[in-house]
C-alpha cells in the first residue's frame, strides 16, 4: 500500500487529526492508519475529550440556599426523562428551572415540567412577561449551573456556531455559568463527522458532557453510542460540579468523641444533671464524619438528631459512658466534649425518696470515674491523640493549664460557660486550644464562632497533627 499522504483536507479535520496523534504520540499519517483500521473493523470514532477551559462562575445568591440550576430540554424522544432528572435533582436539594425548546414541547409539556420543579417553564424567547428585562440573561445567570438534557445533535450544533435564534440557544450563549450537556441522538448522528467536530469544539471551551451510553435506540433494531445517560447518573455529575468532594484527610482514622450530659440517678424519679446540649460534641462528629474518620459517638441524654454517617451510642451514666468508651478502643483519636458528671449518690434509691418529717433526705455522694483521665493515662490502647475540654466559670486559662497537666491529655479545649455567655444550650461559642509539648503548653485563643464552625477548625488541626505524627 503506498505511503499515506495529508492533502486538501478542511482546517478542522487536519487540525483535530494533529491534536489526536499529538495526544497518542503518533506520527499524523500513522494516526490515519489507526483511524482507517478502527473503521473497518466497524468501531465508531470517538471524540477525545478535551481538558475544559475555565468558565467564570460568579458567586450566586441561591434561593433558600439551594444550588439552582437551568435545565434546558430538547427535542428528542429522551426528553421524556427530563422530567425524572428534575426529581433526581430536587432529591439533591437542587433548585430547578426549566426551558423548553419547541421542539421538546412535541414529547413533554410545560405543565408536566412545571409541576415537578414547582417553577414557571420557560419557553419562548420572546415572551413579553419575561423578556421585558431580558429573561434569558437572567435564565443564563440566575443560577449555578446550565444542564442541558438532552442535548440533540441541533442543540449542539447551534451551540458550537454561537447560534442564537430560541430562548435555550440564546440563554446558553448569554452564560457564564458552567455547562453540562447530556447528548442524545441516534448513533449515526454521534459519529457524524460534524458532530464530532461540534463536540470537540464545545468540549474546548469548557463545556462539560456526560454521556452518551450504549444501548438501544427509540428507532426498531437500532442499537449503538446515543442513548441519554441516565438521570441518575446525570444528577450526579450535576452535583459533582454544584458541590466538589471536601478533602477528606481523616480518611481511614477512627475517630472517638463523647458528648452531651451524664444523669446520674437519685432513685427512679430524680437524677443529678447539668445543661449540656451535646452541640458542640454532635458538631465534632459531623465535621470529623465529613474528613473521612469512621466515628463513634458515644452521647449521654441529649435532645439532638443523630448525625447520619455516625455510629452514635447512647449512654445515661459517667459509667456507662467510661464503659463504652473502653470498649470503642484502639481509635487514632479521642475527643471527650462530654460534660460528666463529677458526683453520683453513693446508694441510688430503689424507689422515689419521700418527704419526711425528718426533713430533707441525706444523700452522700461519690465521685464518678473520670474518663479524660482514665483514657489519656492508659499504657494500652492509649490513642495517639487525646483531646479534652475545660468547662470552666473563672479562671479560664489558669485552670485548662492545670487540667491539661493533671489528666494528662494532648490538648485541651478550654470554654467560658457562665450563665452570661449563653454557650451552654446555645449556638456559639469561644474557645482556646491549649496544646502541650512536654512541659510546655500553648494556648491559641479563637474568635466567637457558631459552634460547627469551630468543629470544623478543630477538626483541620487535628487533621494536620495526624499527618504530622504519621
Known amino acids: 500500500m503506498a ?25 499524523v499519517e ?32 441561591s ?16 426528553a421524556y426523562k427530563a422530567l425524572d432528572l428534575i426529581r433526581r435533582l430536587k432529591e439533591r436539594q437542587i433548585h430547578v428551572r426549566c426551558v423548553l425548546t419547541k421542539a421538546a414541547q412535541q414529547f413533554v409539556t ?32 440566575e443560577c449555578d449551573l446550565i444542564v442541558v438534557a438532552p442535548a440533540t445533535a441541533d442543540l449542539i450544533a447551534k451551540m458550537a456556531h454561537g447560534h442564537a435564534d430560541d430562548l435555550a440557544s440564546a440563554t446558553l450563549l448569554a452564560a457564564n455559568r458552567p455547562i453540562l450537556l447530556a447528548p442524545a441522538m441516534n448513533p449515526l448522528m454521534w459519529n457524524n463527522a460534524a458532530t464530532r467536530r461540534n463536540v470537540l469544539q464545545l468540549r474546548r471551551d469548557g463545556i462539560l458532557t456526560v454521556g452518551p451510553n450504549a444501548g438501544e435506540m427509540a428507532e426498531a433494531g437500532e442499537a449503538g453510542v446515543g442513548r441519554m445517560a441516565e438521570p441518575t447518573e446525570i444528577a450526579a455529575a450535576a452535583e459533582h460540579i454544584l458541590r466538589p468532594p471536601h478533602p477528606r484527610p481523616l480518611q481511614g482514622k477512627r475517630v472517638l468523641i463523647t458528648a452531651g450530659p451524664t444523669h446520674e440517678a437519685i432513685d427512679p424519679v430524680r437524677y443529678i444533671a447539668n445543661r449540656s446540649s451535646g452541640k458542640q460534641g454532635f ?25 447520619s454517617g455516625v455510629s452514635v451510642i447512647s449512654v445515661e451514666s459517667a459509667r456507662d459512658m467510661l464503659h463504652r468508651v473502653e470498649a470503642a478502643l484502639p481509635v487514632d483519636v ?66 485548662a493549664k492545670a487540667k491539661i497537666a493533671r489528666k494528662g491529655c494532648d490538648w485541651i479545649v478550654a470554654n467560658d460557660v457562665s450563665p452570661a455567655t449563653g454557650v451552654m444550650g446555645g449556638d456559639r461559642n469561644t474557645v482556646h486550644l491549649l496544646t502541650r509539648e512536654g512541659e510546655d ?10 459552634k460547627e464552625q469551630v468543629a470544623t477548625e478543630l477538626v483541620a488541626r487535628i487533621a494536620k497533627a495526624v499527618e504530622t505524627k504519621s
Not at 434561593?63 to 429522551?78: P, S
Not at 459531623?286 to 435532645?303: K, Q, T
Open 334 to 399: 479521642a475527643i471527650f466534649a462530654a460534660a460528666v458528671a463529677d458526683w453520683r449518690v453513693a446508694n441510688e434509691g430503689e424507689q422515689k425518696l419521700k418527704k419526711t418529717a425528718a426533713g430533707v433526705p441525706a444523700l452522700q455522694l461519690v465521685e464518678n470515674p473520670d474518663i479524660l483521665a482514665t483514657i489519656a493515662k492508659l499504657e494500652n490502647n492509649r490513642p495517639p491523640l487525646v483531646i479534652g475540654f475545660a468547662a470552666e466559670t473563672e479562671h479560664l486559662i489558669e485552670n
Open 3 to 27: 505511503n499515506l499522504t495529508i492533502r486538501k483536507l478542511d482546517d478542522a479535520v487536519r487540525d483535530e487529526l494533529r491534536l489526536r496523534a499529538a495526544r497518542n504520540g503518533r506520527s
Open 441 to 450: 503548653i500553648s494556648v491559641d485563643s479563637w474568635p466567637v464562632m457558631t
Open 110 to 141: 410545560p405543565l408536566a415540567a412545571s409541576a415537578l420543579s414547582h417553577e414557571r417553564v420557560y419557553t419562548d424567547l420572546f415572551d413579553p412577561e419575561s423578556e421585558f428585562d431580558a429573561g434569558h440573561i437572567r435564565l443564563a445567570r
Open 63 to 78: 434561593a433558600n440556599g439551594l444550588a439552582r440550576v437551568t435545565l434546558i430540554i430538547g427535542g428528542g424522544i429522551a
Open 283 to 307: 458538631a465534632i462528629a459531623a465535621a470529623a464524619r465529613d474528613a473521612g474518620a469512621e466515628v463513634v459517638l458515644v452521647s449521654g441524654p441529649v435532645d439532638l438528631a443523630d448525625p
Open 30 to 61: 500513522d494516526e490515519v492508519r489507526v483511524i482507517l483500521g478502527e473503521v473497518v473493523a466497524g468501531q465508531p470514532f470517538e471524540v477525545p475529550p478535551a481538558a475544559p477551559a475555565p468558565r467564570p462562575q460568579a458567586a450566586v445568591a
